[in-house]
Structures are given as C-alpha cells and as structure tokens.
C-alpha cells in the first residue's frame, strides 16, 4: 500500500470539500473493494476521504410509498432492520446474501451501488425496485445509474447520500452464488407494482440491467411456465472462469423462474 493522506470528515459539504483540493483522491466507504485493491498497490490514492463520521447518511426512513436508505447504512443493519422487513422485505433477505457475516458487518449500501461490481447483490434492487439514487447535487433513476463495468452516472467528487425504494405489491430475490465469495454469478430480482413486472439482473452482464424481454412476458402472463419461451441471448453477457456467457444466460431464466415462484407463493 502507498502512502496517502487520510481525511474524516463530519459532513457531506466538507467531504466534497476536501475531494476537490486533493490531487488523487477517493472516497471510503466500507473498504471492501478499495482496501484490498490499495494493499495490491493497484489503486493509489493521494488522498482518502472517510465516510463514517457522516451521521446524516445513516439509517432507515419509512413512509408511505417509499423506504429511504442512507448510503452509509451496512448490509446487516439493512439485514435486520425491522422496518424494511416489513415493508420492504426482499430488500432485507438481498442484504443477508451478501458475503459473510464480517463483510455484511463492514460493507455499505452507497459504496456496493457505487462501484457497481458486476455481481453485486444491491445493483439488482436498484434497477429491478426502480429506486432512485440520490447524491449531495442530484437524484438519478436507477435505470439510468449503472453504464458499465465499474461505471456509474456518478460524476467525479459525487457521493451517494441515500437511495430511495418505492416498495412494490410484492418482490423476490433468487442468486446462484459463487460458492466461495458469495457473489451472484447470476442474481434476478422481480417485482410486482399492482401488476406491472420489473425484472432486475446481476451478475450476468458487466453491470446491472432490467430484463425487458421477461418483463414483457411477465406483464402479459404472470406465471413461471411463461418464462420457458423467452429467449436470454448471451451475446455480450460476462464469460470467465465461474461461468460461460452461454451459462449466465441459462442462469438468467433459472434464477427468474425460481424468483418468480416465490413471488406468487407471496
């Protein structure tokens, strides 16, 4: 790891603040992906600006249509919060899938959404719940947010405050999980807004990505037989050493169908 100066900031103005007079900086966030990247001396910031001590991006706020999560929240604390469990629970069941008990103990909301690893659990909600992602200078539709691998419409010096859920009629998460990290080799997410389906995927892709072809299915016969004729090309999906592009798009089905059953079982 480099040397760099640290930075802990009490607000979000002080924050971009300090981003603004560094030469190299980033923002800190759980550390999950960025800390073990600076041990690896493949990312070298001359700065790093630590989130934690911002008190207004923590917590969970509901109200009648809509659950409010700050960006700094943890995935246990999303895991367990009593009120996404009962207004919102896909969202918390999609938090305890993440990783293990120590990463859930340490990774944040904003900074999984942020830098949008392709087979991110969080990325599935946000475009497959249409949330919205707010930062301190605008909000961004979640279909809009994600562009590409590790890239975001976030603009430099942007931090993520809170995300917005509307919360559906009812919703399901099903992921094939990469056995040792927990990842989603391939994760779906469906939603039913009083009877218009959103279709959310991870993993599949370098990024996440609505599923228009099973939501056109989905909104016309809602049932897990309807998904067998749909056609999931694998044309630019992701191809490495866990899965082929031709598995992932095979995945893509098996994960719907499994999502979908549990829905109506709802």
Do not use: W
Not at 153 to 158: H, I, K, M, Y
Not at 221 to 230: D, K, P, Q
Request: aromatic letters at 6%.
């Amino acid at each position: 790891m480099y040397q760099f100066n640290y930075h802990k900031p009490a607000n979000v103005a002080e924050a971009v603040s300090l981003f603004r007079a560094a030469d190299d900086p980033m923002y800190l966030s759980g550390g999950m992906t960025l800390i073990p990247t600076m041990k690896q001396r493949l990312a070298a910031p001359t700065d790093l600006i630590d989130l934690s001590g911002i008190a207004e991006m923590n917590g969970v706020n509901v109200s009648a249509d809509k659950i409010t999560v700050g960006a700094f929240t943890r995935h246990n604390e999303v895991a367990h919060s009593p009120e996404i469990a009962a207004t919102l629970p896909v969202l918390a069941q999609l938090a305890n899938l993440i990783g293990d008990n120590q990463v859930r103990n340490r990774g944040t909301i904003g900074g999984s959404v942020a830098n949008s690893d392709p087979s991110a659990d969080y990325p599935a909600a946000i475009v497959g719940l249409g949330a919205t992602v707010h930062t301190q200078e605008r909000a961004i539709s979640g279909d809009e947010f994600f562009q590409d691998l590790f890239e975001t419409a976030l603009r430099p010096g942007e931090i993520i405050t809170h995300i917005d859920f509307p919360v559906p009629t009812r919703a399901a998460y099903r992921k094939f999980p990469n056995p040792a990290s927990r990842y989603a080799v391939v994760g779906v997410l469906i939603a039913d807004f009083s009877g218009t389906i959103r279709v959310g995927v991870t993993g599949a892709g370098p990024c996440a990505f609505r599923a228009t072809a099973l939501e056109e299915v989905l909104n016309d016969n809602l049932s897990v037989a309807a998904i067998n004729g749909v056609e999931v090309p694998d044309a630019g999906l992701n191809s490495d050493m866990h899965a082929s592009a031709e598995y992932r798009a095979h995945l893509v089905k098996v994960m719907a169908r499994r999502a979908l059953a549990d829905l109506l079982q709802a």
